[in-house]
């Protein structure tokens, strides 16, 4: 018997044989407890977390007023000033990823600066105005 009309028994086998039960493979494993696992509801995800789980939610230590990120005693001064640097780094690195995909896009499109809204150029002179002082407080940081 050749390979091929042995393929072709072996093919004609399978599509003959009757369809198969719908099977479970997880053996009767009891499910999860997640109650509310995909709601918004910041309270009970806290209540969740905490309660269920043991652990606590730590609270963003950079997006805090001056008092609180002063105040806060999990880090000292010189970690919430290098974290604090740390972040900036990566928000620049985002904000550079936007830039660089809208001039991209602006580029291979064609648009122009007269395509803009009108309230568009008055945002890019703030920006550019607010990235001075942003580079001016830096440079203070780092002296």
């Given amino acids: 018997m050749s390979i091929s009309s042995k393929l072709k ?12 039960e719908e099977a479970s493979v997880t053996s009767n494993v009891a499910g999860y407890e997640t109650p509310n696992a995909f709601g918004s509801d910041k309270k009970k995800e806290k209540e969740n977390a905490t309660n ?18 002063k105040k806060d005693e999990t880090k ?3 970690q919430k000033v290098n974290g ?6 990566r928000k620049l690195f985002e904000i550079e ?11 291979e499109d064609g648009i122009s600066s007269d395509n803009y ?8 002179t703030k920006i550019a105005e607010r990235l001075m002082k942003v580079s001016h407080k830096l440079r ?3 002296s």
Avoid: H
Wanted: charged share 30%; no cysteine.
């Fill in 52 to 69: 269920s789980t043991g652990y606590t939610i730590v609270k963003e230590l950079y997006n805090q007023n001056y008092p609180s990120f």
């Fill in 84 to 89: 604090a640097i740390k972040e900036i780094n």
């Fill in 140 to 142: 203070e940081i780092a």
């Fill in 76 to 78: 000292n001064s010189r």
């Fill in 9 to 20: 028994e072996i093919i004609d086998e399978i599509i003959n044989e009757e369809e198969l």
């Fill in 97 to 107: 990823r936007i830039i660089g995909r809208a001039a991209k896009l602006k580029t």
């Fill in 117 to 124: 809204w009108k309230s568009t150029k008055p945002r890019m």
